[in-house]
Nanobody
């Protein structure tokens, strides 16, 4: 059973940057695919970015391509989401998730473990 803890959220002006971190404990982090989801009020949870267990394969939602970057450090059991050129529409609670199968799942239902979320607010 893995536990995931996100950090790094906060309030930033449009055009600014934030880096989210997700620290994992328990389980076998290096074998998990990792994803970052977000959920804005009144909207469904959506996948923002994902990275395969070995790290070579990544996925990005069209809305964040070229602005966000996902990476992982298996030695530190941590996955990161670097967010640049932030827009007000990026405002949401951001969740870290882990998939034990290690692929690159797009659907939230495929992920086995979830963090508690961290709020990102982008002001205009």
């Amino acid at each position: 059973q893995a536990q995931l803890v996100e950090s790094g959220g906060g309030l930033v002006q449009a055009g600014g940057s934030l880096r989210l971190s997700c620290a994992a404990s328990g389980g076998t982090f290096s074998s998990y695919a990792m994803g970052w989801f977000r959920q804005a009020p009144g909207k469904e949870r959506e996948l923002v970015a994902a990275i395969s267990s070995g790290g070579p394969n990544t996925y990005y939602a069209e809305s964040v391509k070229g602005r966000f970057s996902i990476s992982r450090d298996n030695a530190k059991n941590t996955v990161y989401l670097q967010m640049n050129s932030l827009k007000p529409e990026d405002t949401a609670v951001y969740y870290c998730a882990a998939d034990r199968q290690g692929g690159l799942p797009i659907r939230a239902i495929k992920y086995d473990y979830w963090g508690q979320g961290t709020q990102v607010t982008v002001s205009s």
